[in-house]
């Protein structure tokens, strides 16, 4: 009788489908391309900051900076040298928004890797009050040390061309922010707080295209279809 018991075990099991028993269906979900996503920065404004200061990207998603009020850049440094164009490194060029503009200029940047990049505006003393940013920054006390030692600076330096993005235009109706009112658009504004801290990646390649319509930078990333069918062994003992 166990001979015959244990028979029945063993072929109830082997008749499982190898997808509930080791759960491979749930792993090819999760291995599923995760879509390139356009996230939005706003650049300048009522202050000059970049909002928001801190993001997370993955390779391959686009760093859409949207250059509100005043006069700014996004350039690509360091965080030993925060207000000094890294050779070679990213830069917009500056991009103003005058009042009563319809469109707004924007920077496409592609991520290119996950590691930190170390932005700063290089327009007047914005660097030095804190108008800088990290894409994939490691933490957030990283923001708080890139921050502090913008502020430490003296002045900064122009980047020089445009470099590691394309310049296109937006409908104002589609960016991610509201113009400041005429009289409060101060290209040279109040200083710009520090935020919390995402992770940066190297954007060293031009933009693979125009984005024209700003988009929410939501990642949707395809929530962990975990298959966990349950299926019971027959515990149907012969007797
Ligand atoms: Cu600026």
Do not use: W
Not at 13 to 38: E, H
């Amino acid at each position: 009788m166990l001979f015959f018991c244990s028979i029945f075990l063993a072929v109830s099991v082997s008749a499982l489908p190898a997808d509930t028993m080791y759960g491979t269906s749930g792993l090819r979900a999760n291995l599923k391309a995760r879509q390139a996503q356009v996230i939005p920065v706003v650049v300048g404004g009522p202050q000059d900051t970049f909002n928001p200061n801190a993001v997370t990207a993955a390779v391959g998603d686009i760093i859409q900076f949207q250059f509100s009020n005043g006069n700014h850049t996004a350039t690509q440094s360091t965080l030993e040298a925060p207000c000094t164009p890294l050779g070679g490194g990213i830069n917009s060029g500056h991009i103003p928004f005058q009042d009563g503009q319809t469109t707004v200029g924007t920077f496409n940047m592609v991520v290119s890797t996950t590691d930190p990049i170390f932005m700063f505006c290089s327009t007047g003393p914005h660097c030095q009050e804190g108008q800088v940013m990290i894409v994939n920054p490691s933490n957030t006390q990283q923001l708080l040390d890139f921050v502090k030692a913008a502020q430490g600076t003296d002045k900064s330096v122009e980047g020089t061309a445009i470099a590691g993005g394309t310049t296109s235009q937006i409908e104002l109706t589609n960016a991610a922010f509201v113009p400041a009112p005429a009289e409060a658009a101060g290209p040279d504004g109040g200083g710009a707080p520090p935020a919390a801290a995402p992770p940066v990646t190297n954007a060293t390649e031009p933009a693979a295209e125009n984005a024209t319509g700003a988009k929410n930078g939501t990642a949707k990333e395809d929530g962990g279809k975990t298959e966990t069918k349950e299926k019971r062994l027959p515990v149907l003992l012969a007797f």
